[in-house]
């Protein structure tokens, strides 16, 4: 069972050594594909490096920011080529616990989701307001587009190989953040199975945050995009 854990990055030099010690250390068998999208701050250089020093470490190299939906699909076809079996997907922030990773690919499901909203997650540090609004958000989503899921949003995943290639991945029209909402819905849509199990989010420690308040008016526009689909599920 060949596990690829893909890792999109945009200025994260500061963060791509020690999540690669940490994901590594928690799933020492698996392969780390990171997706640069041609950083500023060198970011690719230094993956470059880790790489040139352990075979498990990859970077796919992209000439520049089209989106994080762009970056997975990237990274998807890439870890299918290289063979893998299952494909996990993660922030490289540290906001997703990398000793989580072992609980997610021991899950039999066709999607695992690491979820914030089930018993045992949560988001500590989170002000009042931003729980409310992430809660909402997820509540306006489960209600339009029908789909029964606690994290909707959610970016720490692990797919088997053949859901992706059911779902038809490449085709995803989201070039952000509602890639998420999107790649669930192709999912369930298709009769897949998909669990959600408890994972603690915490905030970056380095770094800034990629997060714009378009994202909220995307995953808004893509939701009632989906309903429509729904409707013929």
């Known amino acids: 069972m060949k596990t690829v854990v893909v890792i999109p990055t945009y200025d994260e030099r500061e963060n791509v050594a020690p999540m690669a010690e940490a994901v590594l250390a928690a799933l020492p068998e698996a392969t780390l594909l990171f997706v640069d999208d041609n950083s500023p701050d060198g970011t690719g ?36 080529e290289m063979g893998a079996d299952k494909v996990v997907q993660m922030d490289c922030d540290f906001s997703h616990d990398p000793k989580d990773l072992p609980r997610l690919v021991a899950e039999d499901a066709d999607l695992v989701i690491g979820s914030r909203y089930v018993k045992g997650g949560g988001t500590p540090g989170w002000p009042f307001k931003r729980r409310l609004v992430s809660r909402a958000g997820g509540l306006f989503i ?17 797919w088997k190989a053949e859901t ?8 995803a029209e989201s070039a952000g953040y509602s890639f998420q909402l999107e790649m669930n819905h192709r999912t369930w849509r298709a009769g897949l199975s998909i669990r959600e199990i408890p994972i603690v989010f915490t905030d970056r420690a380095r ?3 990629k997060i714009t308040p378009g994202i909220a008016v995307e995953s808004v526009r893509i939701a009632l995009r989906l ?3 729904s409707r013929g599920k």
Do not use: N, W
């Open 45 to 80: 250089d230094a993956i470059d490096a880790l790489a040139a020093k352990d075979a498990r470490i990859a970077c796919l190299h992209r000439k520049g920011k089209e989106g994080l939906g762009r970056a997975y699909v990237a990274g998807f076809a890439k870890a299918l």
């Open 164 to 171: 992706l290639r059911r779902i038809g991945f490449e085709s």
């Open 142 to 158: 489960r209600t339009v587009t029908g789909m029964p899921l606690r994290d909707p949003t959610g970016g720490f995943k692990c």
């Open 227 to 229: 309903r429509r689909q």
């Open 207 to 209: 770094g800034y945050s």
